[in-house]
């Protein structure tokens, strides 16, 4: 059997690189072990400069609530709304809270009083967020404020309806958890892609290729062989990234692990296949990296891996039913977080078996031995 | 019934865009022969070579190796040759006895009789102690040599040489010669292209490329009554003096 040979000679070649088996291992770990603690969409620190016209206990009490939030950073009260808008201006300030003249007042009298708030939304996210956070703490503080009035009869200004959001699947509404199964895409696309894509240009460019195209070897076998460590290594470094995942995170599979594995092989299967494709097609090193670069952003920011699938334009929409991260990534949150089974699965499963099926051709007929 | 050819080819052509590499080349090579494949740099060596041995495909004509169609069946032709090309190629990552075993597996060599014909190659070639050097540590004669060995492990009916001893020293190459002399009393046939014009010597029939073409095709003695001359160099040089191309 050619195969057993030519696999004998990948692994051999695999593990004498002094370079690329440290890589597969430090990767994984170093990903899981930093990543999530920098990609947080949290927004935390938000700097808020108040103005107060208002000398009153209520005013007072607000900008304590601000001071005390974990969310923001109070950096000064000021009494000229100028002054705070420079402040804004330099950024060194996100957001201005105006509290009038007549708060105190007309918060016993009418039992409601307007605070006005100015945000920077340059970051759109952070503004949106910024202001989403501002808004709750204010309702929070007319609930504590007003709480006793509405016992003296004072109940037109008691909020009628409550909204008590209950979060499902990701209770504390931890970034994390939703980053981490993200992240072990990342690797698997990654380490899965670029090395199967540096591996064939790479005997092309020693010219060892030429010593296997002049054998009788069946394209087929060629390719499986290529492919085959590739699986390997994928399982093993997911396996890594799910025991850190757990051991740090405290991030265990809601759902089967073997679904997990089954996508995985799927998967890294239409990934390798893809970076074989591509180091087929180019004479070298460098072509083949440019191609991978290009590609692979193209694979993350169209897979729902950090945005949305359902944000994006329609025609964006229908360009990822071809792209293999986006069922994937799917899977994993949906058996991370919400133990999803197999029954729920079935697009994305037969989605990869088929993307497989093209990709597998294709990288077994674009390997050409004769010019 | 005529003698037994092992290549047989007919106007065989090869074209780059408009640039005809290989111009309606057509030889025999006989069973057992030691054929040297002369020719200036760019004369179309390499790339005759390489359609001979199914690497390349043919814009126009026809050959067959060992029996089988070049153009049809390149796969069946691959099954039948051994090749080493002037650019070394066995993977330099490898031990000497991996690099056997590969080439070995994949022609086919029954794992049972790997170890046996692995150690009797390292014995005959003299480098039993480097069995698990990697090739990369090996000098560049002994490289060659091993190179050789692994191209005819299989037995193949023909072997291509491209350049087999470009680089090394005359002691080095004299031992390859006589290789080179030992498989073709074997009955393999030998398909050598060279630059050393005292390695035409060594060889049966000697064809002469220039341009794309073959100029001249006789054993080295016919050559070299034919233009008139005493040696293999000046016949070289009356033919390569009429090429056009440049290097």
Known sequence: ?371 | MREEHVIEAEGLTKMFGTFTAVDHITFDVKKGEIFGFLGANGAGKTTAMRMLCGLSKPTAGRATVAGCDIVREPERVKRNIGYMSQKFSLYEDLQVWENIRLFGGIYGVAEREMAQKTDDMLRRLGIYGEKNTPVKRLPLGWKQKLAFSVAIFHEPKVVFLDEPTGGVDPRARRQFWEMIYEAADRGITVFVTTHYMDEAEYCDRVSIMVDGRIDALDSPGGLKRQFGVGSMDEVFYKLAREAKRGE
Request: hydrophobic share 50%; charged share 15%; with cysteine.
């Open chain 1, 1 to 371: 059997m050619t195969l057993r040979y030519l696999l004998e000679k990948e692994f051999k070649q695999f593990f004498r690189n002094p370079f690329l088996p440290k890589l597969v291992l430090a990767f994984p770990v170093l990903i899981m072990l930093v990543i999530p603690w920098i990609m947080t969409m949290d927004i935390k620190n938000i700097g808020v400069t108040v103005v107060n016209h208002d000398s009153g206990g209520a005013a007072e009490r607000l900008i304590r609530k601000i001071e005390t939030s974990e969310y923001f950073i109070l950096n000064g009260v000021e009494h000229d709304y100028e002054e705070a808008l420079t402040a804004l201006e330099y950024a060194k300030t996100d957001a201005i809270v105006e509290i009038p003249a007549d708060f105190d007042r007309r918060l016993t009298t009418e039992g409601s009083a307007p605070v006005q708030v100015s945000i920077n939304a340059v970051n759109d996210m952070k503004g949106a967020l910024g202001a989403n956070y501002l808004g709750a703490l204010c309702n929070e503080f007319s609930r504590e404020t007003l709480g006793g009035a509405v016992g003296q009869g004072g109940a037109a200004a008691a909020p009628k309806i409550e909204i008590v959001t209950q979060n499902r699947y990701n209770p504390y509404l931890d970034y994390k958890m939703f980053m981490i199964p993200a992240l072990m895409v990342i690797v698997l696309l990654l380490l899965g892609g670029f090395l199967p894509a540096l591996n064939i240009v790479g005997e092309k460019e020693k010219g060892t290729i030429e010593q296997i195209n002049i054998t009788p070897v069946s394209k087929f076998t060629f390719i499986f062989a290529k492919l085959i460590p590739y699986w390997v290594m994928g399982l093993l470094v997911l396996s890594v990234c799910m025991l850190l995942a757990w051991l740090v995170y405290g991030l265990a599979p809601q759902g089967n692990v073997g679904i997990i594995y089954l996508f995985s092989v799927l998967f890294i299967l239409a990934v390798s296949g893809f970076g074989l494709i591509v180091s087929n097609y180019s004479d070298t090193m460098q072509q083949a990296m440019f191609v991978m670069f290009f590609f692979m952003l193209i694979f993350m920011l169209m897979s729902g891996l950090l945005t949305p699938l359902r944000s994006m334009p329609d025609w964006a929409q229908y360009m990822t039913v071809i792209n293999p991260p986006r069922y994937y990534i799917e899977m994993m949150r949906m058996v991370y977080l919400k133990g999803g089974m197999l029954a729920d699965l079935q697009t994305q499963l037969w989605a990869l078996v088929a993307i497989d099926a093209v990709l597998g051709t294709w990288a077994v007929l674009s390997y050409r031995k004769r010019e």
